[in-house]
């Protein structure tokens, strides 16, 4: 055996079969025909129904005895759990805004939301470094921050309504006139940019991470000063939505403006058979 480093490693070609079929069932998002699960894996039918029978015995697959569809079984779904489990977002995100900063020269910051609001948890510093008073641990405004705006369009709803209406009865009169059209203008764009509005100079672009349920996890922030030409900004914008976005995928995560998220029912939906009235002649469930 050939254990030189980059060497391509040889496999066994049933078990990667296997779990493709096994990936293209996830993919699904709900229970499935034999003939739509073997159209998403690329098999013939009787090919799929193998495989399945093989998972199936395995306890990761399942065919649910009243309408012969296939779907996920608890195998497949406490592998799912543990593999979450072994997750760190901060860990992916660590690296990939590291290189962010170090790529671009611009500061990055990323932020959760706390008890407080939008609150700075990392800062990957730039060259040359952006001197400003927010550090790890800086609460940034909904409404008047790139960060806060990002939270504002993906963040929970309830949760950011109360903080706004909380600003808006502070300083009503440097807020944006309606929350709601900013909200819709960040969801549509992907990001928010502000230039002056919190430090007078300073610059910023934000944008979302996301976890394996479409909700927002992180915001990362870049920073420019006017040391940086504002001519390289769509560079550096385009940068950062290419780091969260890598950051997304390596959680599992999803874009919950993505027509998948919301088709994925629908796919689950058509996919199921009429409902069959009582008495009816039940027809082959593996067509």
């Known amino acids: ?79 799912g759990l543990a593999a979450l489990a072994r997750l760190d977002v901060f860990a992916r995100a660590d690296t990939a805004f590291a290189g962010f900063a170090q790529n671009t020269g611009r500061t990055c910051l990323l932020a959760v939301w706390g008890d407080a609001g939008a609150t ?18 800086s609460v940034l405004p909904l409404l008047r921050s790139a960060t806060g705006r990002v939270f504002l369009a993906f963040g929970d709803r309830a949760a950011t309504d109360a903080q706004a209406e909380r600003e808006a009865r502070r300083d009503r009169a440097s807020l944006p006139a309606s929350a709601q059209a900013l909200r819709d203008a960040v969801w549509a764009a992907g990001s928010a940019t502000i230039d002056s509005t919190l430090i007078p100079g300073l610059r910023a672009v934000a944008a979302p991470v996301f976890d394996l349920q479409g909700r927002l ?46 088709a994925r029912q629908a796919s689950a939906e058509a996919d199921r058979p009429p409902r069959r009235r009582a008495g009816a002649r039940r027809s082959s469930p593996r067509s």
């Open 217 to 262: 996890s992180l915001v990362a922030t870049a920073l420019a000063t006017p040391a940086f030409d504002p001519s390289g900004d769509p560079a550096a914008t385009a940068a950062l939505h290419a780091a969260c976005a890598e950051v997304t995928a390596a959680i599992g995560g999803l874009d919950p403006r993505r027509p998948e998220a919301s």
């Open 120 to 137: 700075v948890v990392r800062w990957f510093p730039g060259n040359p470094p952006v001197i400003t008073s927010l550090a790890i641990g």
């Open 1 to 79: 055996m050939d254990g030189s480093v980059g060497a391509p490693r040889r496999g066994i070609q049933s078990v990667e079969t296997g779990l493709r079929v096994l990936a293209a069932l996830a993919g699904c998002g709900g229970a499935v025909t034999l003939s739509t699960l073997a159209g998403r894996a690329g098999l013939s039918a009787s090919q799929t129904h193998r495989y399945l029978s093989s998972l199936m015995a395995a306890g990761m697959a399942k065919q649910e005895p009243g309408t012969g569809l296939y779907d996920l079984d608890a195998g497949a779904i406490r592998l």
